[in-house]
Nanobody, 121 residues
Framework: QVQLVESGGGLVQAGGSLRLSCVAS????????MGWFRQAPGKEREFVAA????????YYADSVKGRFTTSRDNAKNTMYLQMNSLKPEDTAVYYC??????????????WGQGTQVTVSS
């Protein structure tokens, strides 16, 4: 079993920045590709970003490309999502997830509990 815990969410004004963290425990972090997803009230969960096991490759949803950056520090068992130029439509609960291979769908093996990001206008 892999446990994932997100943190770093909060309230920020439009145009501001936040950095989310996802800390993994239970198994070797470097064995997993990681992804970020988000879900706004009344909407379905959507893909945000993914990163390869080594951190050598990333992929972003069009809605966040150029504004969000994901990275990982395998020595710290931590993945990050740097969110810049935030917009009200970015408001959602953000989840991190772990998978055995790099993927952009939602077929991940493990999920965190989520952290709330609220962007005010």
């Amino acid at each position: 079993q892999v446990q994932l815990v997100e943190s770093g969410g909060g309230l920020v004004q439009a145009g501001g920045s936040l950095r989310l963290s996802c800390v993994a425990s239970g198994r070797t972090f470097s064995s997993y590709a990681m992804g970020w997803f988000r879900q706004a009230p009344g909407k379905e969960r959507e893909f945000v970003a993914a990163i390869k096991r080594s951190g050598s490759g990333t992929y972003y949803a069009d809605s966040v490309k150029g504004r969000f950056t994901t990275s990982r520090d395998n020595a710290k068992n931590t993945m990050y999502l740097q969110m810049n130029s935030l917009k009200p439509e970015d408001t959602a609960v953000y989840y991190c997830a772990a998978a055995k291979s790099f993927r952009t769908d939602d077929l991940y093996d493990y999920w965190g509990q989520g952290t709330q990001v609220t962007v005010s206008s």
